[in-house]
């Protein structure tokens, strides 16, 4: 079975404070994809990073971290000097191996709102 | 540009109204999906297509039905069996194997 929780729903923070989102996923599989997505008020749902299971190295894209331990089970996200365009709601996912396809699950997702 | 339209954008039925909602790409992509999204609930996934001319269900299949008749087109009909139809749908593709999903933009479907 593969699980992901995001336990946060909702975070406010006020612009320029940095925020992080966590996520902890399960699974018994030692192969698989971690995955953060954004889904802004537009709906449509945009990918910001990919991790498969044998590459901890954290990563830094701008104002945006990744930390990924596989000893806790957790992929979490920061940001770093939030601005409001960061408002959104965002998605964490597992994707596994599962009799030949790639089988995604996703979070409930947190709301983020950064507040001017 | 490259990408998933979906349509349309909102949507309206009476109760025992089947629906069908598009979803075309033009990424080349072979494989497609369908997800619902309900507050406090995530994505759940509908049906996939991983070729044309097939397809699995998903998580929440019962109550839905789709067809795969071009690579690029992937239309999901929520028929009166579907006990809960109002939420967001969303409509994904991607090139086989663990790489990342492109969303289209969704449809709300609303049941009166």
């Known amino acids: 079975a593969q699980k992901v929780t995001q336990a946060q729903t909702e975070i406010s923070v006020v612009e320029k404070e940095d925020v992080t989102l966590d996520c902890v996923y399960e699974?018994?599989?030692?192969?698989?994809?971690l995955f953060w997505y954004k889904q802004p008020p537009s709906g449509e749902l945009v990918f910001l990073i990919r991790r498969n299971s044998f590459d901890e190295q954290n990563e830094i894209s701008g104002r945006y971290s990744w930390n990924f331990q596989k000893s806790t089970s957790s992929f979490n996200f920061t940001i770093t000097a939030s601005q409001v365009v960061d408002s959104a709601v965002y998605f964490c996912a597992l994707s596994l191996n599962s009799g030949g396809y790639q089988k995604v699950t996703f979070g409930i997702g947190t709301k983020l709102q950064v507040i001017p | 540009d490259g990408g998933i339209t979906q349509s349309p954008k909102y949507l309206f039925r009476k109760e025992g109204q089947n629906v069908t909602l598009s979803c075309e790409q033009n990424l080349n992509h072979d494989a497609m999906y369908w997800y619902r999204q309900d507050p406090g609930q995530g994505l759940r996934l509908i049906y996939y297509s991983q070729i044309v001319n097939d397809f699995q269900k998903g998580d929440i299949a019962e109550g839905y039905s789709v067809s795969r008749e071009k690579k690029e087109s992937f239309p999901l009909t929520v028929t009166s069996a579907q006990k809960n139809p109002t939420a967001f749908y969303l409509c994904?593709?991607?090139?086989?194997?663990?790489?990342?999903?492109?969303f289209g933009e969704g449809s709300r479907l609303t049941v009166l």
């Open positions: 994904a593709s991607r090139f086989p194997g663990p790489g990342e999903l492109f």
């Open positions: 699974t018994r599989d030692t192969t698989y994809y």
